[in-house]
């Protein structure tokens, strides 16, 4: 029996140590990439899970008390913790909330006729009489700060230009109103008891001697007639632009302009309405109606023509009682007979809240501004919500599905986070970005693709030893090049080349490939005895200074084929076609990341040829195919798996890539597959937007969304790459 030398035996135990260590570190690390992948994963998902979750009202205060007279409106403060309320004698009353209790009261006029609001965020009243004349009102509350504690002052402020506007001289008495009114300008309209229209539209000028401000009231002329004989409702749109009339089975649209009203448009209905209200922005009109329903209508541009459209419409199952808008988000609060409060948004068409609430009838609601409380008064007295819709944009619908917004003449996929306006609507389809992504990515393997696995071809098999090892060191050592380095050379210096020599570059694309057929087939006929004069696996040394001849040629002289074809100007011929071009464009972003990511493919791909076993393609040869057979027959297939790897794996770097996308395209977020125009890429979006979102915000979460969608996306590639890899290495394990 044989025994082991003692230090043979230290070194077995050293050896065993070792091998313990190298395999529980081996074993951490995959466990550890796998938790970094997982936890990544669940970051992401904590981050987004919040804009799908579920809409909660929840009762915070209830103030028991009745009124005596009719309410008109009601209104709050910025947090809902005091309210107003005015009532059929003229009169407004204010109501702290949380301490249960009327704070004061203050007559504005006595016994109106008629009474009309502006949208909240103009927050003005307009009250009639019998007398034909209108006074103004607005309403607010001011904030003081008392020994640390924070106190709400209400006021009322009339307008001080116009205190009381006579607006029928007639002296009838009015019996409804509609009034727009900003700091420079408004339009008062009202509807007299003997059914005339009429209408005075106030300008202000600056008095440019003595700084002062004049307001003029100017009567508005209907265009035909102003007779409005069993008239509903009416509204005027905050810009003083249009006029809204409502009748029982017809809905009018009025241009308003230079002092004159013409009649727009009239749109027959098929139910019986009721009444009509302007929803946040302004930009639409809901047409409530007597079956339990309501619709909303806005403009859009058909053949050159302005029409106001039916975009959508919501039924209840009773008829509604009260229809409350949202002050700045496009969400409405419908409460029916039956006492079921609803909430909705508009956009999305998605109810956020549905559940049976009151069982008194209600006798109106209001939302504060931020959106966080709703405020009901009801036959009973006041009762307060806490309103949980912080995402009410946001639906599956809306990220990946076609959505109507205001100012579109049709459905559409629209990415559009920010604006300039107060009354913009964020617009939070993914589907430009992710299609900008798939369309970068295409166009960069079309570029790359077969220059890197060409190359990886004839530097494996073809090319001899002693260049290979230098051509192959060089071309990988180009992975290291910083994209942000070629977006920049992308956009700055290659962009304006080829947009002034488009025709030479699209050349280029023929001149090229049949160059290097034409050079193959005249080396194929040469005499045996030239050919051998080139050191074997040296041939491609004949291509280079033709190509740079063809290249030179096709700049210098392109435009000749432009005379020839395009009538001498390739952008305006395409123009004519209805094919849109900008400066940075697919075609820009696929060769400068198709150049990015060649390394990546030919790297791949070159190892897995040139790993193929020599006795496979030796035995090809020995039983007589050509090389080209032996090549495509045997190492091709053999490699294939690398091959396809590489691929995949340049696909990845291509999907997931954001400098050279960020600074070589024009990043519009638009759904347009001519590789002429530029697009949007997901990585790119988040790199942009990211720095301005709010933490929180809907933005914030849609970016992280954004992530997700391009995490998931590329964890899908992998795994289909690597089973279907799988797969192409069983299937030629034989040879």
Avoid at 530 to 540: D, E, N, T, V, Y
Avoid at 650 to 674: H, K
């Amino acid at each position: 029996m044989a025994y082991a030398k003692p230090n043979q035996r230290a070194r077995d135990k050293q050896r065993r140590v070792v091998d313990l260590i190298m395999r529980v570190w081996v074993k951490s690390s995959g466990v550890g990439i796998i938790a970094a992948l997982l936890l990544i994963c669940f970051y992401l998902l904590a981050v987004i899970s919040p804009i799908f979750t579920s809409v909660n009202v929840e009762p915070i205060n209830q103030y028991k008390t009745k009124y005596t007279h009719a309410t008109l409106a009601i209104g709050s403060d910025e947090q809902g913790k005091m309210v107003y309320r005015i009532d059929e004698s003229g009169k407004v009353q204010f109501i702290d909330l949380l301490n249960k209790r009327q704070v004061s009261e203050q007559q504005i006029i006595s016994n109106p006729t008629a009474f009309t609001t502006t949208i909240e965020s103009q927050d003005w009243f307009a009250f009639g009489d019998e007398k034909g004349r209108v006074q103004f009102a607005q309403i607010g509350f001011q904030t003081n700060y008392s020994k640390g504690n924070r106190q709400l002052i209400p006021y009322v402020e009339s307008f001080v230009p116009f205190p009381s506007l006579q607006l029928d001289e007639n002296k009838k008495a009015l019996t409804q109103l509609a009034l727009s009114l900003t700091p420079n300008e408004g339009v008062v309209l009202g509807k007299t008891e003997d059914n005339r229209l009429l209408g005075l539209e106030l300008d202000a000028s600056i008095n440019q001697m003595t700084g002062e401000t004049l307001w003029e009231a100017i009567p508005i002329h209907f265009n035909g007639t102003n007779k409005v004989k069993n008239l509903l409702s009416m509204v005027i749109t905050p810009n003083n632009d249009f006029l809204y009339l409502l009748y029982q089975h017809e809905l009018q649209v009025w241009s308003l302009n230079d002092h004159q009203a013409s009649l727009r448009e009239s749109i027959p209905l098929k139910e019986s309405a009721q009444k009509l209200t302007l929803l946040a922005g302004a930009h639409s009109v809901l047409v409530q109606f007597d079956n339990g329903s309501f619709s909303q209508w806005f403009d859009t541009i058909n053949n050159e023509k302005r029409s106001l459209t039916l975009i959508r419409t919501f039924n209840f199952d009773a008829p509604i009682e009260l229809l409350s808008p949202e002050v700045y988000r496009k969400g409405v609060s419908v409460i029916d007979e039956k006492g079921n409060l609803t909430l909705i948004h508009t956009t999305t068409e998605k109810a956020l809240f549905t559940q049976h609430v009151f069982n008194d009838s209600v006798l109106a609601a209001t939302q504060p501004p931020n959106g966080e409380k709703l405020i009901v008064l009801t036959q009973s007295g006041w009762q307060c919500f806490n309103v949980t819709n912080p995402h009410p944009e946001v639906s599956i619908q809306s990220v990946f599905g076609k959505v109507w917004y205001e100012g579109y003449p049709e459905p559409a996929y629209i990415w559009q986070s920010t604006a300039a306006n107060d009354d913009f609507e964020s617009k939070f389809s993914l589907m430009p970005l992710a299609f900008g992504t798939l369309k970068a990515a295409f166009y960069a393997l079309i570029f790359a693709g077969p220059i890197a696995i060409g190359s990886a071809i004839y530097t494996a098999y073809f090319m001899s030893a002693n260049v290979r090892r230098y051509v192959k060191p060089t071309i990988e050592i180009m992975e290291a090049l910083p994209t942000v380095i070629i977006g920049l050379l992308a956009g700055i210096w290659l962009a304006p080349i080829v947009e002034n020599n488009l025709i030479a570059v699209f050349s280029i694309l023929v001149f090229f490939p049949l160059s290097m057929i034409i050079i193959a087939f005249v080396w194929h006929i040469l005499p045996a005895h030239i050919m051998r004069k080139l050191p074997r696996g040296q041939h491609a040394i004949l291509l280079i200074p033709a190509l740079i001849v063809i290249g030179y040629f096709t700049f210098q002289y392109g435009y000749v084929i432009e005379d020839w074809l395009f009538g001498g100007d390739l952008r305006n011929y395409l123009g004519d076609k209805g094919v849109a071009y900008d400066q940075r464009n697919a075609l820009v972003v696929g060769i400068a990341m198709g150049a990015a990511i060649i390394p990546t493919i030919y790297t791949i791909a070159e190892d897995a040829i040139f790993s193929v076993p020599k006795h496979l393609s030796e035995g090809s040869l020995a039983l007589g195919a050509t090389q080209w057979q032996t090549l495509t027959k045997v190492v091709l297939l053999t490699a294939s798996p690398g091959i396809f790897s590489a691929v995949m794996m340049g696909l990845g770097r291509a999907v997931g890539e954001t400098m050279i996308v960020l600074m070589a395209t024009g990043n519009t977020p638009i759904m347009d597959g001519n590789i002429l125009e530029g697009m949007r890429t997901l990585a790119a979006n988040i790199a942009i937007e990211m720095p301005e979102s709010e933490m929180g915000s809907t933005h914030f979460r849609m970016l992280f969304l954004a992530a997700f969608l391009l995490f998931v996306f590329t964890f899908f590639v992998n795994s289909l790459a690597e089973w279907i890899r799988q797969g192409l290495r069983e299937k030629y394990r034989s040879l």
